[in-house]
Structure formats: C-alpha cells, structure tokens
C-alpha cells in the first residue's frame, strides 16, 4: 500500500505562484504515471498534469504554459510548479499515482490552494 503525502498549498493572490510537493512512502517505479488532480467546490475531480518517468508531461488545457510538473524518482516524489496562478485554480490538489502492474490508484490525502486578493 503506497502513501502519498502532499505539502505546499496555502493562500496566494492571483499571478502569485506555488510549488507543491508529493513523496510516497514506497519506491514508485518509473513507468508508473505519477501527477496532480484537483477538485474545486461543487465539481468533480479533474486531471491537472503527470508525467511517466521524467518525460513526456501531460497537462490540462487550462494549465498549459503556466504549471510545471516533474518528479524525482529517487525520492520517490513528484512536484508542481504552479506560476500565474488564477482564481479558478482554487480547488484542493491530490497527488496521484497509478501502479501499472496492479492498476490500483493511488491517492494522498490533498493540499488545499486557494488564489485570492
């Protein structure tokens, strides 16, 4: 059973930026895709970003240009850079990863962003 913590939300003004961070308790191997999701009040969980191994990122639209995802897998974490931030990026952000051998997702327990004046 993978844990994954997540650090790093709080309270930023819109253009303002973040950087959140995720390590899992376990070894995540590289193949395994490892990204961010959110949920804003009231709406379903969407896809943010993730990347397998250390290439290939994939975003949502609305990101795109503005977030950065990477991961280290010798820490067995994963990071998003988050610039430009919006109001509508206010949402609580979970940390994903998905086993490929098991198809078992995993999820942490979400951080939450909030972008106000």
């Known amino acids: 059973q993978v844990q994954l913590v997540e650090s790093g939300g709080g309270l930023v003004q819109p253009g303002g930026s973040l950087r959140l961070s995720c390590v899992a308790s376990d070894r995540v191997g590289s193949s395994n895709p490892m990204g961010w999701y959110r949920q804003a009040p009231g709406k379903q969980r969407e896809f943010v970003a993730s990347?397998?191994?250390?290439?290939?990122?994939r975003y949502t639209s609305s990101v795109e240009g503005r977030f950065t995802v990477s991961r280290d897998n010798a820490k067995n974490a994963v990071y998003l850079q988050m610039n430009s931030l919006k109001p509508e990026d206010t949402a609580v952000y979970f940390c994903?990863?998905?086993?490929?051998?098991?198809?078992?997702?995993?999820w942490g327990q979400g951080t939450q962003v909030t972008v106000s004046s």
């Open positions: 994903h990863v998905r086993s490929l051998s098991s198809l078992i997702d995993y």
């Open positions: 990347l397998i191994g250390g290439r290939d990122p």
